[in-house]
């Protein structure tokens, strides 16, 4: 079963058309399409090793002298 939700602002990148672009979602894949033109483009998968986050750490300041 194929979900499919409007974007709210979203312009198509294919013909500029404001909202007439869904989110669509069938079992893994996702994807995006404009109702207008039909123009659609595939979700690009996720990075298979995620970039780490920055480590955050410590800073004490002490008064000056």
């Not at 198509?12 to 659609?40: L, M, Q, T, Y």
Request: charge should be negative; hydrophobic fraction near 30%.
């Amino acid at each position: 079963m194929i979900r499919k939700q409007f974007i709210a602002g979203a312009r198509c990148p294919h013909c500029n058309a404001e909202d007439k672009v869904r989110f669509c979602r069938e079992g893994e894949r996702e994807w995006i399409e404009c109702v207008a033109c039909g123009h659609a483009t595939d979700r690009p998968p996720e990075p298979e090793h995620p970039q780490p986050e920055p480590e955050l750490g410590i800073v004490r300041l002490q008064p000056g002298k």
